[in-house]
């Protein structure tokens, strides 16, 4: 039994587009306009993920259209947009949020689902305030602490968690809330141990929604974390290196995660700034353990690094062993389906080809110089200080969505050597 990750859907979907030489190919100008800076462009010949295809974006009569070429693509790709399953972007209500815009479109990213910054107490601000105000499109797993992370002691005390409230938080906010958030561990729970990842629960299931279910520090033991998680819940910081971690020396799980993977548990990367470790996660990886769902639980203290963003991520996943193509699925119908977008109308691509949704993005390797901002060049780091120089490296250039072309504000500056 593997960990998730696989590569279905995230190609084309058997649109009939052509196969392609593969080669280098200047960005050109198919009329459709340009994106971005120092270099940074939309308009010459893309490969599509999950697919041999070469296209061109041209503008159709519904809006932006993949059209199949013979010509030889460069290093652009064009996918599904990317979806960050755990993030924090309740911004101005927690100490540790971020707008959600910045680690959003701006970043490639077309969906973030903030992960427990509101709890009942606090969702209606989030759907009130920092919705409307964002591009961005946020989903929500309400904390079943009460107040969300105001502080970040969220349950450890009986009075900050409201059952009852909090089905009624859910039914308030359907369109808005994916399921229900536990951090279960011991600086969170103190002495109440087990008790908020069994109320969660209880809420979970009696409102039908999976449960986000953050694990690090013990108590509590991880065996007991797990044994209470069913088929849909997520495990985030699945790859975390603290003691009480879920894996062998080898990169197979222990018993616990074991059963609960064959209960059908996702594991979901939530980096962190504590909480992604390089060699727990190649082990993982080439155990046949990859990620389901690959998010970056970004906030305040970890935008400046080690996390930056999703794409930062990706790139270090594949720097563990994951293709690209599983990566992608990882950021895009993986985190969809935990989220219910995952409709036949929710589609990338519509029938005629036309784009519905998708992130543009560069696929950079040894041909091309570049700088990530505050970071020694080429060099990656996880939560415990470990580096790593990838030999590729994923960079958002611009989104597409309801047929609008928007550039990315990348961190790195890049130029590709002639």
């Not at 052509?18 to 893309?46: E, N, P």
């Not at 548990?265 to 990859?290: K, M, N, Q, T, W």
């Not at 200080?385 to 550039?407: D, F, K, N, S, Y």
Request: charged content about 20%.
């Amino acid at each position: 039994m593997t960990g998730g990750g696989g590569v279905s859907g995230s190609g084309t979907g058997g649109l009939g587009f052509g196969d392609a030489d593969a080669g280098d190919a200047g960005i050109g100008d198919s009329g459709v306009g340009r994106a971005g800076a120092d270099g940074y462009g939309v308009g010459g010949v893309l490969r599509v993920v999950g697919s041999s295809a070469a296209v061109r974006l041209v503008q159709g009569d519904s809006g932006l259209v993949l059209e199949p070429t013979q010509e030889r693509p460069g290093d652009l790709w064009i996918g599904p947009g990317w979806v960050d399953l755990h993030a924090h972007v309740y911004d101005g209500m927690t100490v540790i949020s971020v707008p959600a815009d910045r680690v959003g479109l701006d970043q490639g990213v077309h969906v973030v689902a903030d992960a427990g910054s509101a709890g009942e107490a606090t969702i209606d601000g989030l759907a009130r305030y920092v919705i409307p105000a964002a591009e961005t499109e946020v989903r929500a797993w309400v904390n079943i602490g009460s107040h969300g992370l105001v502080h970040l002691r969220e349950t450890a005390d009986p009075s900050f968690i409201n059952v009852d409230a909090t089905l009624a938080a859910i039914d308030r906010h359907r369109d808005l809330v994916c399921g229900v958030k536990v951090r279960s561990s011991g600086a969170v729970v103190g002495a109440m141990g087990l008790q908020p990842l069994q109320l969660g629960r209880l809420v979970a299931r009696q409102a039908d929604l999976p449960l986000l279910v953050h694990i690090g520090e013990v108590p509590p033991l991880i065996e007991d974390v797990l044994d209470l998680l069913d088929e849909g819940d997520v495990i985030t910081h699945c790859y975390h290196g603290k003691t009480g971690h879920p894996w062998r020396p080898d990169g197979t799980p222990v018993p616990a995660l074991a059963r609960a993977l064959d209960r059908g548990v996702l594991l979901d990367v939530g980096h962190g700034a504590a909480s992604f470790s390089f060699e727990v996660a190649e082990r993982a990886i080439a155990a046949g353990y990859p990620p389901h769902s690959i998010s970056t639980d970004i906030h305040v203290r970890n935008i400046g690094g080690p996390v930056h963003d999703l794409a930062t991520t990706i790139t270090k996943l594949m720097a563990c062993g994951l293709p690209l193509e599983n990566a992608i699925t990882a950021v895009t119908d993986a985190p969809r389906r935990v989220l219910r977008m995952d409709s036949p109308d929710a589609k990338w691509l519509a029938d005629d080809r036309t784009i519905r949704h998708a992130t543009v993005f560069r696929l950079v390797g040894e041909a091309t110089e570049f700088r990530l901002a505050g970071e020694t060049e080429r060099v990656y780091v996880d939560s415990r200080g470990t580096h790593r120089e990838p030999t590729h490296h994923v960079l958002p250039v611009a989104t597409i969505r309801e047929g609008r072309l928007r550039p990315t504000e990348p961190r790195h500056r890049s130029r590709t050597r002639t």
